[in-house]
């Protein structure tokens, strides 16, 4: 039999920042105040850390970390690119670091102050647009939200898909962030009205349909499945694991191949599913990635939870709620959570399997989480 | 705009996969590169041809006729230049040579116009475009402008 990694990891904890729109202390201070939490939360000593695995756009670096948490000697360490697409990715190089005996104790996260810091668009310059940028930026189309929308456009052009379908996505993740009191938007209610009568961003999407600004910071640790059990929380297993990056894919702006609608996460979840003893049918809940709605729409064909243009009907009836067939980003998510480049995402999926989320699934024997679709992802099936 | 100065729109810095695309346009050309070998368009331009690993491309002049693909219309918060334009539409369209090639652009009413001056609820995905050229800055930027049926 082909080596697998197969349940042979399990994230053994988690731990977080505040989240808010402006947090005091630098993300350095928040990146290891996080960490000590999460390691905390294991019952395991920082002294025992020996892997780190972050993004590239991560600002914390591991020498850093290292030497303000008081790790041992580290062996492992690697970073992810793309952005939100390398979420469930560092979980994954450290579950293949302590798989294959490169190291013990792993830690993976993500600090950013993305609330307090300048949009990362705005600082677009003059003399700074290389390829792709410079196929797209001249003519105004500037942020994250019009490359995604361009896309939704289409995506609702060809399939059908309404405004009732992106609504769908994002009253689902603001009624989960209501139950959970360190959402951003905990207390802030959303109707579709409200939906309805937003402002525009980048038509078709409206300010709803766009992630929250927030400080914050999280991380989780990795060790053998062994070690997990001996650990303060019931592991959270890592049953399988992926990566995406399709054929002539362009990152964000997928405007110049075949099928510009088929992204990542279909090349991610084939990999994902074939390394997996379960089905998407065995699934019942996800944590999806969502700097956009529109882009769980995507997610959940390119997944299968449905047939491909068909996410927008399957998201009627209160599919993506507590309750439904598929609640997802039971926490809030990037939308009404907190948006920290979706590592909100991966322990949310770990209280799911744990069973302490605020919109428990009751029989959450697995949990989907996925990274940023409309650029090269990353997936993870973690299960109790 | 006074001449001479920086419009604080965002123009394009040519490369060596990119400059034939922006030296066209200048010459008042849609022009693709292809691949020398096998003859098959690849855009962006790039320097090997992924489906027969040639580096060697030439340049063809596109007949400069489309349609719409998809389009959005872009409300601030957006830079300053792009803002005080605000809501404008961007389009992309597919050229009428192999509707896999796409380029980004603006829907213009007149060739001269500014890119906030069509109604977005009048812009069609699939209507036909031809392209026309504005100068920014120095440099000859394509855009797009309805085809009479």
Known sequence: MAPSIKDRTAIAGIGQSKFAKHLDGSEKRLACEAIVAALDDAGISPSEVDAFASYTMEATDEVEIAKNIGAGDVTFFAQVGFGGGGGCATVGHLAMAVATGQANVGVAWRSRKRGSGPRPWSLTGRGSLPTPAQWTRPWGLLRPVDEIAMLTRRYMHEFGATRDHLANVALACRAHANRNPNAVMSDRTLTREEYMASRWISEPLCLFDNCLETDGALAC??????????????????????????????????????????????????????????????????????????????????????????????????????????????????????????FNLINEGVRQVRGTSTAQVADAEVSLVTSGEGVPTSALLLRR | MTAGTPSGFLVPQPDEDSGPFWDGCRAGELRMQACASCGRHRFPPRPMCPWCRSTESSWNRMSGRGT????????????????ELAPYNVVVVALDEDPTLRVVGNLLATEEGTINETDPATIRIGEPVRVVFQAVDGVAVPRWVRVEP
């Open chain 1, 221 to 342: 640790v990795v060790v053998s499945a062994e070690r997990a059990r001996d650990c303060r929380r019931p592991p959270a297993y890592v049953h399988s694991f992926a990566q995406g990056l399709p054929s002539q894919h362009h990152t964000m702006v997928n405007y110049w191949n075949e099928d510009p609608l088929r992204g990542p996460a279909w090349t991610c979840a084939e990999r994902l599913w074939r390394n997996a003893d379960v089905t998407p049918a065995d699934v019942k809940v996800a944590q999806v990635y969502d700097a956009f709605t529109p882009l769980i729409l995507l997610s959940l064909e390119g997944y299968g939870f449905c047939r491909r243009g068909e996410a927008g009907p399957f998201s009627d009836g209160g599919t993506l709620e507590l309750g439904g067939r598929l609640p997802v980003n039971t926490s809030g998510g990037g939308l009404s959570e907190a948006y920290v480049h979706g």
């Open chain 2, 68 to 83: 719409i693909w998809s389009f959005v219309v872009a409300h601030p918060p957006l830079l300053p230049a792009y803002q």
